[in-house]
């Protein structure tokens, strides 16, 4: 929502203010972008001419600041557009969807940006995000090979360099968007690679919610043994027998009575269990 604002008033009128007051809500998605992509409340990235990089806060602080003051929220800072003089594509018009032209100055961007959170505003242990959609072209191009496999894999190698320099900067920090790493690489197939990314996920009950979308692409995919292979993993046993349940129900419709009967006896919910016995 702060997408319409260059700052936040604290007057009850203010539109995030009296949403804030009505809903209750204590994070709010903040974006930390550069100045070129978000003027009036974006961090201004130059290089000099020795090639060092140097940041220039004051309107991002300016808006952050307000956001604090106004709205007493906690933000959940999205990272991952690559600034002009960091990108490996700086003459296109897309550049900040470019992978960094070297992981280590992103790597070393990504800290600053932490630190500054820490010792302008004491904001310590925020969630950070690296991105969302790497499956969306639009928003990630990595290199630029159209390959959605390097793609994916150029993705994985920016969430790492965002990770270090997270924690680098702010030990108690947490990174996030392995779910949809995960999910991406079940909907290509990669089981076995997904399975191992989602166990690197935290908290339990967000893993389970990582690891049912993932049952859920292998069963579009029609893979119902690899949505099986997923489903058994979930921590959570709602979310594992709501997983199931939806297994049986797309068994069920491709003419696999055995397979559905079989995965419903899975299924330790009774109320779970005796919606999906119709369908078969």
């Not at 106004?70 to 900040?96: C, I, K, M």
């Not at 959170?117 to 310590?124: K, S």
């Not at 993993?233 to 696999?256: E, F, H």
Request: net charge negative; hydrophobic share 45%; aromatic share 6%.
């Amino acid at each position: 929502a702060g997408d319409w604002f260059s700052e936040i008033s604290t007057t009850p009128a203010d539109p995030l203010v009296a949403a804030r007051r009505a809903l209750g809500f204590r994070h709010v998605a903040f974006e930390a972008l550069p100045q070129a992509i978000l003027p009036g409340r974006g961090i201004a990235v130059r290089r000099d001419d020795r090639g060092a990089i140097h940041l220039d806060f004051t309107d991002y602080d300016r808006f952050l600041r307000s956001a604090l003051d106004a709205l007493g929220v906690t933000p959940f800072v999205s990272l991952g557009h690559v600034p002009r003089v960091l990108s490996s594509h700086p003459a296109q018009e897309d550049y900040a969807a470019h992978a960094p032209l070297a992981l280590s100055e992103w790597q070393a961007f990504v800290a600053q940006i932490v630190r500054h959170h820490v010792e302008a505003f004491g904001l310590r242990g925020l969630t950070y995000g690296c991105l969302d959609e790497p499956d969306h072209m639009d928003s990630w191009k990595g290199s630029g090979s159209g390959d959605p496999a390097t793609t994916l894999q150029e993705h994985i190698e920016l969430y790492a360099a965002t990770y270090r320099g997270v924690k680098a900067a702010d030990p108690g920090a947490k990174v996030g968007v392995l779910w949809s790493i995960a999910e991406v690489q079940a909907k290509a197939g990669d089981v076995k690679e997904a399975l191992q990314t989602a166990a690197t996920i935290s908290p339990q009950l967000t893993q389970a919610g990582a690891l049912g979308a993932m049952a859920r692409a292998r069963v579009q995919a029609g893979d119902m043994a690899g949505a099986l292979q997923i489903a058994t993993t979930i921590p959570d046993k709602y979310l594992k027998d709501s997983a199931l349940g939806g297994i049986v129900y797309a068994q069920a419709r491709a003419g696999d009575v055995k397979g559905a009967l079989q995965t419903a006896a899975m299924i330790s919910n009774e109320v779970i269990k005796a919606g999906t016995l119709p369908r078969i």
